[in-house]
């Protein structure tokens, strides 16, 4: 199904609209989570989850019966891409068990597997795409001093590496059925020169007990010792500080959620893409009588979030009864499955009205950018294979943890995917170019605001509705 230009841009300022709360077209500056989506086409994907479930509803990412409808539902991420995935410590900043899992779970609930599968590979191809572009000057990058030294995937490569995927998701599904026990498995090892090797191993040290604790964890990065006492660092731009009076009610409403003293809280600024815009606090929480040094380790960052509905379920809201959960509820109870070992600290709260998500903040949480992966200076397609294999493994053993009952799940997955993964990863790299195209009329629609906003401009467009 194909749209004309002025209804596909009007479906993406509506959508930005209902989700963001401000429409990328109005007579005003753009929000900030807009502005970066217009930078380049993987940035508009991470922004634009809900644009992905509306194409899916509507027909215009056609994904195969079999794996739509022929699996049970399980557990899934919703805003699956490749930076959705990356190193952490199991059981949140109180756990030294480095591993490699997904990462985020904002937008988890139940459906089908499909969704995240689906997504992950549209995400691959805008990760060659976008690293093509930093190449050869069409996109820019603060991740990479000159990226024209570098080599980027082809189009040929991000397919190789779709496949891949699927076929690392599949043998993992394969094994399961074999062995049940095989869920509870995780990533925790990586050689040297694999492409995650050099990011496992700084996630190691930065774990708790690890050599780079106390200089490079999260924790360590975010706090400071003054005058004996454990402080945010200042960080503007990053940290804001609360007047008196909001910090208090901060600290009333969710002292009951940690394990110890609320030593420091924090407006966190600017973080993510797709919730960019979204208020959250950092609490720094231990030991009401702090030491020094050596009550660093037990010392860690609890991030408290507001938290807005999955973004599946605005397309698809009858899928599930599970899906009726409070928003926050229903993201505590897809990643508590989806996790072999869930943070400690993990709940969910209504304050002001508002849904709030309450969790750890890792210590040796390492992401991964995609010029990490697809950036090489020979043969990044192999680097964006291995990555990819790792992913569809880490995936799968998520997603079999959604029914811990039976292998059903598992055994319809091993079943159904080869005679579909040629179709699918063709859908899916034919639906990227689409998001290529989507993130150019995103970033034309900011050029005329910015035109219109200027002292010579005319009148602005008009605001559609939502």
Known sequence: MTQSDDARQHLIRSELLRVDGS????????????????????????????????????????????????????????????????????????????????????????????????????????????????????????????????????????????????????????????????????????????????????????????????????????????????????????????????????????????????????????????????????????????????????CHVVEVKQQRPASPLYWFPDISPVNRLQSAHLTIDCQRLMQRAPDLVLDEAIWEDTPWLVRSRHHARVGIDPEEIALAPKKPGKQLKAYAQACGQALALAHARGDRRSTRFEAAMAKQLPDNSKALVTACAQYAEQVVADQRRLRAILRRLDAAASPAAGTSPQTPSA
């Open 23 to 298: 429409d990328p077209g109005a007579a005003e500056a753009p929000s900030k989570k807009h502005s970066k989506m217009a930078e380049n086409p993987f940035r508009f994907l991470r922004g634009s989850a809900q644009l992905f479930y509306a194409d899916i509803q509507q027909g215009r990412l056609e994904l195969p019966a079999a794996l739509s409808e022929s699996p049970p539902l399980t557990t899934v991420m919703g805003d699956c891409h490749v930076a959705n995935f990356g190193f952490l410590t199991e059981q949140g900043s109180h756990g030294d068990q480095v591993v490699f899992c997904p990462n985020d779970y904002d937008d988890a609930c139940v459906g089908p597997a499909v969704w995240d599968i689906a997504r992950y590979l549209v995400s691959l191809a805008l990760t060659a795409e976008y690293c093509r572009g930093l190449v050869d000057g069409r996109y820019q990058s603060d991740e990479v001093d000159d990226p024209a030294e570098l080599e980027a995937p082809s189009a040929g490569d991000a397919e190789e590496a779709g496949h891949a995927f699927l076929d690392a998701y599949r043998r993992t599904c394969r094994h399961c059925v074999r062995d049940p026990g095989l869920r509870f498995e995780a990533l925790d090892a990586f050689p040297k020169k694999h492409v995650l090797g050099k990011a496992f191993r700084k996630a190691c040290r930065r774990a708790a007990g690890g050599k780079d604790f106390e200089t490079k964890s999260t924790l360590a990065k975010e706090v400071r010792i003054d005058a004996g006492r454990l402080v945010f660092r200042d960080r503007p731009g990053r940290f804001a500080r609360l007047d008196t009076e909001r910090a208090e009610a901060v600290r009333e409403a969710f002292r009951p959620y940690v394990d110890d003293a609320i030593l420091d809280l924090v407006r966190r600024l600017g973080a993510g893409t797709g919730s960019v815009d979204l208020e959250r606090f950092y609490l720094l929480v231990g030991p009401e009588g702090f030491a020094g040094g050596e009550d660093l380790a037990l």
